[in-house]
């Protein structure tokens, strides 16, 4: 007779427990239309049906906030990736499954919403978008071979990176009726996030060891889903260096407090195997804190030195 993976029994004996979120998210998320958030009367034809065409100047955003808002948008356009990921992860049955719909159903909003105000308001330019766009859903995403537990573990710091990257892009476009929308977009993000991290938290509870190896590997290895798309690391130094997202948001503002919720530096319940775990995770957090901080301070230079020279700093 096969034997349950420890993985696999993780996921059926959280299955009340997805239930009870799902219910509680239901409860708590306000229905919102993204038809209300994009300036439609500043909408004028391409040349293709006799207007005229995008150009550089047409651009309200600045270089920092067209970048941010160009990785925004493509993050959200693989939906129907990660959509295969956590079905195949997750399953597609009961509240698990329930779950998954609800989640993409909500997911897709985002970039419905983004790209009309981007094309409305001409912020980026559409071809170079929609080549992008071809480019990155066609490569697609893979996370590789995580386990159930660990792609539980990513979703919930990957969730609220995305939800502080919206709200920061949004402050960073000085425009009112982006920061609204992203603000918006933001809401929900922060909603996934706390699913996903109460179902971490059970799952603590059920196989420590197991939790916190999933956790560590994740934290040790995280990397945002769009890194595979092109002219990412460019857009990501020109993001960090605005302040939008960078080390430093990354350590302070999305792993310290996920991996706080779960009290993972005060449980008493680990065994060997999670002790070794916590102690690669918490040599990890280290590391990182001084990398952080390096940054911080070499953009900080950086800023004074432009500010010498009489020049402005993009920052938010």
Known sequence: MAQTSPHAAVLTELEPVVAENLDRHI?????????????????????????????????????SAQAAM?????????????????????????AWGQWVGRW?????????????????????????????????????????????????AYVSFQELATRVSHRNT?????DPVADKLLARIATDENLHM?????????????????????VTAEVVGFEMPGATMTGFRKNSMI??????????????????????AWKVFERTDLGPEGERARE????FLTGLDAQATRFVESRERMRARMAA????????
């Open 70 to 94: 160009f990785v925004n948008l493509l993050t959200e356009d693989n939906l129907p990736s990660y959509h295969r990921e956590i079905a195949t992860r997750f399953g597609r049955d009961g």
């Open 104 to 152: 993409t159903a909500e997911e897709n909003r985002h970039g419905v919403a983004l790209r009309d105000y981007l094309v409305v308001t001409r912020g980026v330019d559409p071809v170079e978008l929609e080549r992008a766009r071809m480019d990155y859903m066609t490569t697609g995403y893979d996370s590789g071979d995580k386990t159930p537990l660990e792609a539980l």
């Open 239 to 260: 993001i960090a260096k605005a302040g939008i997202y960078d080390l430093r948001l990354h350590h302070d503002e999305v792993v310290s407090p996920v991996l706080r």
């Open 309 to 316: 020279k009489g020049q402005v700093p993009v920052h938010v």
């Open 194 to 214: 706390v699913f996903y991290r109460n179902l971490m938290a059970a799952a603590f509870d059920i196989d420590p060891d197991l939790a916190m190896r999933a």
């Open 280 to 283: 690669e995770l918490a040599e």
């Open 170 to 174: 949004g402050r960073a476009t000085g």
């Open 27 to 63: 409860a708590i998320a306000k229905e919102w239309h993204p038809h209300d958030y994009v300036p439609w009367d500043e909408g004028r034809n391409f040349a293709f049906l006799g207007g005229e065409d995008w150009s550089p100047e047409q651009s309200r955003l600045d270089e």
